[in-house]
């Protein structure tokens, strides 16, 4: 089924490109219906339990088959899902349809293109989430630049270039730090395949011998932080986190709301699957350098946030304080800790789409994301502005949304993980009254008050196919807050057993 979704979406992707201009938006919405809804049935038909890449992971969905060689190892087309996969999966679904949706006002020139592109990302996207072979991973994994760099550097802002090529450098130069840090440990096992399963098993066994003189402690300690920079640029945290809000700002909307809502996601998903899942051992001895990093990210964002005028420069800065979260409730290695770090990634990925998504269509609007330059708009906008507000306050945490949920999860999680950790939890949580700060003095001076608008530019309702998606979101993410157990279920029964002996 899964290579059913994945053909599905890349065939799409062609039939996309090949396609008039004139019709291209309409046909990539109705095509990205059937992945979307291959991933609903997924999602319904699921029956695996336990984690993909330990002995009690039963796998849902697992197709394995002899792909190649290199030397003594094999590489196999391998894929499968569990409860940490299938909530990305389906939130990449659903991101990329409402994304393609909200494309049909900012995009209007070479629009074959730049459909076929975001389909051919979800197909990557889709790869990253369910391949369960490292090197067929990684082909996902380089896959998923291609398009955005150029959905950034074709029909971004007037600086898109410059923030494509950073983009591009910055993630690429990680990926290859990360890949001779995990090719190291390959080499340093006694494994038979790139196997995701094999590897974290033998390394979690003890059975890392040394490599070039380099002894196995030391070996896998520098592994360890080799693969967690290369995964900590793309999720990111400080310090590496400077070519986010240039990518952001200079990207068209939908691509924005891709790269919040499931490109972030690829890092932190990817850190769970690597890091905290094939060597705890390490990330418990330091634990203190992983948790200060994650809360400085969540305190640094915020303060970063808080000094924008740019509403999309806000919403990013502010993915760079969520995104501390989850490093936070990774490292507690609690069930729920990793629980909620994980629901944070699905919960984070709506919430700031529905963001993005909402000031593209001010920006439709105004032709201007700058608060100094609008007030008022809630009496000319007001649906729009209703739920900016709601995304703003699932933000902050409100109860009865997913924010307030993950958040709770990852604080329960990490409260009395290891010693100290109280303090780095408080820290953490006052970073959420600097997010009710940023977000709501952006607010009250852009969406409330006389109205002014600086550009010569009519304010009205958005159109519905603007519309329909923001509706879909806000509902979304008021399911998950009130049933939080739709996925928090499943994903603990898939890292329950990564706590085990170590926390």
Known sequence: MIEALLAVTFVSSLVVFAAPDRVAGKLAALL????????????????????????????????????????????????GLDGVSLPLVVLTTLLTTLAIVSAWTPIDERQSQFYGLVLFMEAALLGVFSALDFFLWFVFWEAVLVPMYFLIGVWGGPRRKYAAIKFFVYTNVASLLMFIGVIALVFALPV??????????????????????IQPGTLEVLAFFAIFVGFAVKVPVVPFHTWLPDAHVEAPTPASVLLAGVLLKMGTYALLRFNFTMMPGVAQDYVYLIAAVGVVSVIYGAMLALAQQDLKRIVAYSSVSSMGYVILGLVALTPFGLGGATFQMVSHGLISGLLFMTVGVIYNTTHTRMVGDMSGLADRMPFTVGVFVAGAFAYMGLPLM???????????????????????????MFGIVIVAGYLLFAMQRSLFGPFRLETDYEVGRAPLHDVVPLVVLVATIVLLGVFPELIFDMITDAVTALSGGVA
Not at 406 to 423: N, R, T, Y
Request: charged share 10%; glycine share 12%.
């Open 192 to 213: 038979e395949s790139f196997g995701l399963p094999e590897i974290a098993q033998s390394l979690r066994a003890g059975e890392l011998g040394s490599l070039a003189g």
């Open 402 to 428: 997913s924010g307030f949920a993950a958040e709770v999860f990852i604080f329960l999680g990490a409260f009395d993980a290891f010693a100290g950790a109280p303090w780095f939890t408080a820290a953490a």
């Open 32 to 79: 990205s219906l059937a992945p979307l809804a291959g991933s609903l049935w997924l999602y319904t038909a699921f029956d695996g339990s336990g984690n993909a890449l330990l002995p009690d992971g039963d796998l849902a969905f697992e197709t394995m088959a002899t792909w190649l060689s290199i030397g003594d190892l094999a590489v196999n087309w391998h894929v």
